[in-house]
């Protein structure tokens, strides 16, 4: 970058902009993924709408590598994949057992949190590259896991990574009375859709603040996830759910009243809304697409394409919300729930599963790439002191 560059003002900082969580302040730069407000996501330049269908091994190597890979490389990163989701044998033993002690009142999240962290005492390398690839190759294996014990579906099942990434999850699963070439149909999009986000995400930014203190990956990867667990962030994906079963009918009039009555009520209406979007989620509107493919007559889908018009109608009105449109969250936990998986409390799970791998992607980035491999610097924004007139103790 030339000086006359480096010194371009980027953007101004006012007072008012004080507390107002970041927003907007550009903080660092990502090569992996941007948000357009207008146009939505796009992973190293290809809108997500083009990626949507893609195997979701060739999005990892998207993001990993920026280029999309040919069919060689795709055959041959499969491969690698495969080869890494292999835990070793004690460690993966010992892996499950600590997973099977957790308190079953714990949160699905708190279960992921807690997982990463003992797969990273367990088997971290302390490379970023071999831990973030490691990592995205075994969360299918502890997130179903996570899934089965908690749920009381049984003993995990055993892995077979060369099914493809979400095949084996959806195998190792085992959901029961699920159809199991939907819900893959589903999970392949659905893990394609959550993996990255810009850099500035909450999730994804907590990931890379641990990991610029040279944290290892596994623990930033746990911070991120504590970050993603709250409802305005990944878990608003069950809250959506839980938003519209408590709207209760399918009735637009009455829809529209709940949204307005909940809105006056100070809130959340749940997968709507975005701090840097101005339009509809491209996420959003692929899913509902893919609604109309494998749940068309599902009650609580038909439920939430209502949604997206009236409560698009109502936050419109109340100009204090910025965009009215609906998120990736506003209908996610419908197909899921209509692919089998009934309980909206492990939704978030499975964002963050996929999560996980942009984060790490940008990780790797940010800890071995940026500022000519020597990384990006430990974050460290300033803060203004209010209230703290400097005094002394008196003595005596
Ligand atoms: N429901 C209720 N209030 C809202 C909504 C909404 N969907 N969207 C914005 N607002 C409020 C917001 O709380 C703020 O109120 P106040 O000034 O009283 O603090 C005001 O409108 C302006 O907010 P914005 O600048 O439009 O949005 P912001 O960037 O602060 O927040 C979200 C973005 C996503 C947190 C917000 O839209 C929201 O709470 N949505 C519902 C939760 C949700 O669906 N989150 C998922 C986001 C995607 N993800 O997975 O992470
Ligand atoms: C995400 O996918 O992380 C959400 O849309 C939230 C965000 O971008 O801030």
Known sequence: MSETAAKKVLFEITEDLLDTGLRGFPVSTVYTSEVDPGEGLHYVGYPIADLADLDPEAAIFLLFYKKLPNKRELARFKRELARRAKIPTADRRQLLKLISNLPEKGH???????????????????????????????????????????????????????????????????????????????????????????GGNLSTFVGKAVASGKSDMYASLGAAMAGLYGPLHGRANQECLEFLEKAGTNDPDTIEQFVKDEFAAGRSIFGFGHAV?????????????????????????????????????????????????????????????????????????????????????????????????KGVAIYRPSDIPVNQTHRRLKKG
């Open 277 to 373: 979007l101005r339009a509809e989620d491209p996420r959003a509107g692929i899913q509902y697409e893919l609604g109309k493919e494998l749940c068309p007559n599902d009650p609580l889908y038909q439920r939430a394409v209502v949604m997206r018009e009236r409560a698009v109608k109502v936050l419109k009105a109340n100009p204090k919300v910025k965009n009215p449109y609906p998120n990736v969250d506003a209908v996610s936990g419908t197909l899921l729930r209509a692919c089998g998986l009934a309980d909206s409390e492990y939704y978030t799970v499975l964002f963050g599963l996929a999560r996980c791998s942009g984060i790490a992607a940008q990780i790797v980035d940010e800890r071995l790439v940026h500022r000519n491999g």
């Open 108 to 198: 699905p999240m708190e279960w992921m949190i807690a997982g990463l962290s003992f797969a990273g005492m367990l088997t971290k390398t302390g490379d970023y590259r071999e831990d973030g690839l490691n990592v995205v190759a075994r969360m299918p294996e502890i997130v179903a896991a996570i899934y089965r014990v908690r749920s009381g579906w049984g003993r995990p099942i055993a892995s077979k990574p060369r099914l493809g990434l979400m095949e084996n999850f959806v195998q190792m699963m085992g959901v029961p009375g699920a159809d199991a070439a939907k819900l893959t149909r589903l999970m392949r999009v659905f893990y394609v859709l959550h993996m990255d986000h810009g």
